[in-house]
Structure formats: C-alpha cells, structure tokens
C-alpha cells in the first residue's frame, strides 16, 4: 500500500516540527515541501523534500498542510489546490477568519487540532459526546502587553526561535483575538464585547464560572479567554449538563454546578496536527472553520497614531496595529487585519482607532476578494 503523501506550505516553526514528526509514521509519506526561500537558507528541512514551484508540489500531494502564517499567500495557494480536488488542513487561524468563510465553498478545509481553535473544536465533540452543552469556549492567556516594544519583542524572538511576528502577535493579543473569532465563527458562539471580555483571574475555575454566568445572562454561548498567569497553555469548555447527573459530577470533583469546566491544559501545535491528517483519512470530515456564514471578524487597531503615506508592511505581528474581534455588523467597513499587507495609510488615525477600507490602500489579491465575497453576503443578510 502506497503511503498517503502529505505536502506541506511554509518552513516556519510549525513546518519544521511537522516534517520531524511525521517521520514516525511510515504510512505518511513527507512528499514537498514549497518555499519561497532560496532553498539552500532553510535549514530542519531536508533540501529534496523542497520545491518552489506550486506545480509541483499540487501534482504530488494527497493531503496539503498550509502553516505559512501569511493569509495572501495561504489563499492563492488553497485555492490551487481546490482545483486539484486536494483536502487542505491549515494551521493558520489568521487566514481562517479573513478569507477562510470563502474558501470553505469552493473545497474541503479544516483546521488543525493542536493550535487552541482546533483543540477547542476537539474538546466540544468529547464535552457533546458525553452529554454536556458548552456555555464558554476559552483560551488560556499567562500574559498580555497591547503595545510592547520591538527591544522587547527581539529578546523573546531570539530566545525562543520564533519569528518576531509571531512573538508581537502572541504578545499584543492579536494571535487570541483571532482565535477566538474563528471558535466563535465556527463553533456557533459569540463574542461579548469588541475586544473579548478577556477578564483577570486568579484561578482558573472560577474565571471560567464567571464568564458562563456572563453567557447565561448573554443568552447564547461565547468565545473569549481568560488572563490567568497560574493556568496551563491550553483551553477549556465551561458546560451544563442534566440535572440528575449533578451528583455523579461533584463525585467526579466536577463540582456543584451548575457549570462545570473542562479543561485540556495543552495544546502541542505541529505534533497533533498528525490526528487532524488521520480525521481526514478516515472521511470524518471537518474538525474546524470559518463556517461559510461568519458574524466575527478581527479589526485592526491603531497602536499609535499613524501618519498619511505610512506604510503598514504586515498588520499581524507589526508595531503600528493589534487585532481585536469585532461583530461584522457593528463594524462593517473595518479592514480585517490579516488584509493589511504592504498597505498605505491615506489619512491620519488616532490611536486606538479601528482602521477602515477608507483610511489604507491596498493592492488587489485573492484575499481581498475573498473578503469582500463574504461581506458582500453579510450585506446582503445570506450570513447568519
């Protein structure tokens, strides 16, 4: 039997801890992995696996893992690959919640367990499978800094072998906003408040029974997260359940209720996407996304004041914008942050101020059109 060839999009962090894992597993065949670096810089990757031509990788791959971290690239690429009729799993929340809903009509597209949107999605169907109704969906946050220095940002970069996008954006709060937004996008829950709710907690246990209380008055399942320096790096459902299973949960050290919280206090990025390949091998479907009828989207925040011509290389994991979720609705001519790429501020913005399709000039992508195929449909009212 021939093995499943996996390919993957990107040579980043999560690409690198992919390609070593999937070595253990001698059904899964690593087949190419595409870059758009010169080959012989990459280094964790064997120089045979790398390819920069598209054509190649898509005519010799079965399932394709897109981890790149860049939503204009990410998208060019998935919609190739749908012409090839190939299933794409992504572990790229980022892309999900800009131009995810869009995609998610024209081919098969999951996210991965392992980053804290797929561990949530993994976590509600045990929690439903046992007969609980999630009230909270949540992420676990040790520490937060809205408008960190790049000093700061470089010292962490370099310590932990992350790029230093991706420390600003774990650090300023972008990387759970956006989180967030996918869970509640493709989860069925809402958002509270522009911005999450995101309160302080000493412990864990009782952060999450005060955002269920939250809910319950709310009326509808949320999605938010937690500041709690004491908890672990994972997530946690809080959920009700029958009332005459009450008893059997406070003996199971669930507590009293009426809320009891389930807890997966990690969450093990590349590794588990190797679970998320084996839900697609079997056809059990899509574990994760956007849903192709969004209401959350993520805003891109001013920083600091910016200055007409200024140039906003990339807004996820910048010095001049944050992401924070918003409702669609509330905000409806806000450029989502994953679209702000070599984009040109035309007018002075205050800080604080949510950047709109007024204020920058943006080039013309796939990305972009994607967005505004979904907005069109919000507009429209054929999103829910």
Request: proline fraction near 4%.
């Amino acid at each position: 039997m021939q093995p499943t060839r996996i390919s993957v999009v990107g040579t980043g962090f999560i690409a690198r801890g992919l390609i070593q894992a999937l070595r253990i597993a001698p059904d899964l065949e690593v087949n190419r992995v595409l870059t758009r670096r010169d080959k012989q810089s990459v280094y964790g990757i064997p120089y045979e696996q790398l390819t920069q031509s598209l054509e190649e990788l898509l005519e010799n791959t079965d399932i394709l893992i897109e981890c790149s971290g860049d939503v204009q690239h990410g998208t060019e690429i998935i919609m190739r690959a749908f012409e090839y009729d190939i299933p794409v799993i992504t572990m790229n929340a980022e892309l999900q919640v800009t131009t995810g809903s869009y995609l998610a009509t024209k081919g098969f597209l999951t996210e991965a367990e392992g980053d804290q949107p797929g561990s949530l999605a993994a976590l509600k169907e045990n929690a439903v499978g046992m007969g609980f109704k999630p009230v909270v969906y949540g992420n676990i946050k040790g520490f937060l800094n809205l408008n960190p220095t790049e000093e700061e940002m470089r010292y962490w970069s370099e310590r932990n072998g992350l790029s230093l996008e991706m420390v600003t954006s774990f650090t300023d709060g972008t990387k759970v906003q956006v989180e967030q937004a996918l869970v509640a996008n493709g989860l069925g829950a809402d958002i509270l408040y522009q911005g999450l709710n995101g309160q302080e907690a000493a412990k864990l246990e009782d952060g999450a029974y005060n955002l269920a209380e939250l809910s319950l008055k709310y009326g509808h399942a949320i999605s938010d997260y937690l500041l709690c320096p004491s908890g672990p790096p994972g997530v946690f459902i809080t959920a009700t359940h029958h009332e005459e299973q009450a008893a059997a949960l406070e003996y199971f050290k669930l507590g009293k209720g009426p809320f009891y919280t389930l807890i997966q206090p990690f969450h093990l990025c590349h590794l588990e996407i190797l679970k998320t390949i084996r839900r697609v091998e079997r056809g059990d479907g899509i574990l994760l996304n956007n849903s192709t009828q969004p209401r959350i989207s993520v805003a891109a925040i001013a920083k600091n004041p910016l200055q007409a011509g200024e140039l906003i290389s990339k807004g996820i994991g910048s010095f001049q914008v944050r992401g924070e979720a918003v409702k669609i609705e509330n905000e409806p001519n806000h450029i989502p942050i994953g679209l702000l790429q070599q984009a040109r501020v035309i007018r002075p913005i205050e800080e604080g101020e949510i950047l709109t399709f007024n204020d920058v000039e943006i080039d013309g992508s796939t990305a972009l059109k994607a967005w505004l195929d979904v907005k069109e449909r919000v507009d429209l009212g054929q999103v829910n």
